[in-house]
């Protein structure tokens, strides 16, 4: 199986400030047709997961600019520009590229 | 709206059995992937079965393979999530997630607010 690994495992983070996750692979995730299957989700509190950005760096619809996706092969990073309160919850980068597939442990992004 | 929503859970005994539905509302089913994910609370998300979008094809989480069997109807919109020989570690909320097909990667856009299993004597 391939193994997502997440860090930090707690963000805290001041309203207006950027944010860095990092999510690391243990097999490059990146397909023949050029594109990583590596996707985001954010599971606010309470709250179902939803999807964030996908295929690496694709924005889901309705998915504020203020997040954006990088990173290829088995490194990857999920930026969020400006933070606001609305961001927090817990942050999940998961690989597609085969089954089954995995998470990351999750990052918990919490306002200061 | 598009929603997915879940039902089926509940209390059941060790070896027991449970049956998970998942009935989309406002778009068909047909084409797409449709996976479940679990998730213990307190802990991350662990995906458990995909099926493709005449059933044809199937993929477990290996620790489910021979207990689970994942299933469809898309006459009636709904996804199934037969679970027999249930175990403590089985309890978990399960979500059901739609597929976004057109990619062709597992990108899940839809989810559902999720159905409860306990395992227990």
């Known amino acids: 199986d391939i193994i997502m690994t997440q860090s930090p495992l707690s963000l805290p983070v001041a309203p207006g400030e950027s944010a860095s996750i990092s999510c690391r692979s243990s097999?490059?995730?990146?397909?023949?047709?050029?594109?990583?299957?590596l996707d985001w989700y954010l599971q606010k509190p309470g709250q179902s997961p939803q999807l964030l950005i996908y295929?690496?760096?694709y924005r889901a619809s309705g998915v504020p600019d203020r997040f954006s996706g990088g990173g290829s092969g088995t490194d990857f990073t999920l930026r969020i520009s400006r933070v606001e309160a609305e961001d927090v919850g817990v942050y999940y980068c998961?690989?597609?590229?085969?089954?089954?597939?995995?998470f990351g442990g999750g990052t918990k992004v919490e306002i200061k | 709206e598009v929603q997915l929503v879940e039902s089926g859970g509940g209390l059941v005994q060790p070896g027991g059995s449970l049956r998970l539905s998942c009935v989309a509302s406002?778009?068909?089913?047909?084409?797409?992937?449709m996976h479940w994910v679990r998730q213990v609370p307190g802990e991350g998300l662990v995906w458990v079965a995909r099926?493709?979008?005449?059933?044809?094809?199937?993929n477990y989480l290996e620790s489910v393979k021979g207990r689970f069997t994942i299933s469809r109807d898309n006459a009636k919109n709904t996804l199934y999530l037969q679970m027999n020989s249930l175990r403590a570690e089985d309890a978990a909320t399960y979500y059901c997630?739609?597929?976004?097909?057109?990619?062709?990667?597992?990108?899940?856009?839809?989810w559902g607010k999720g159905t409860t299993v306990t395992v227990s004597s």
């Open positions: 997630a739609k597929e976004v097909t057109s990619l062709g990667s597992s990108v899940m856009d839809v």
């Open positions: 406002g778009f068909s089913i047909s084409p797409d992937y």
């Open positions: 099926v493709n979008g005449d059933g044809s094809h199937i």
């Open positions: 097999k490059s995730l990146l397909y023949r047709d050029g594109r990583d299957r």
């Open positions: 295929l690496g760096s």
């Open positions: 998961m690989q597609a590229l085969e089954t089954p597939l995995t």
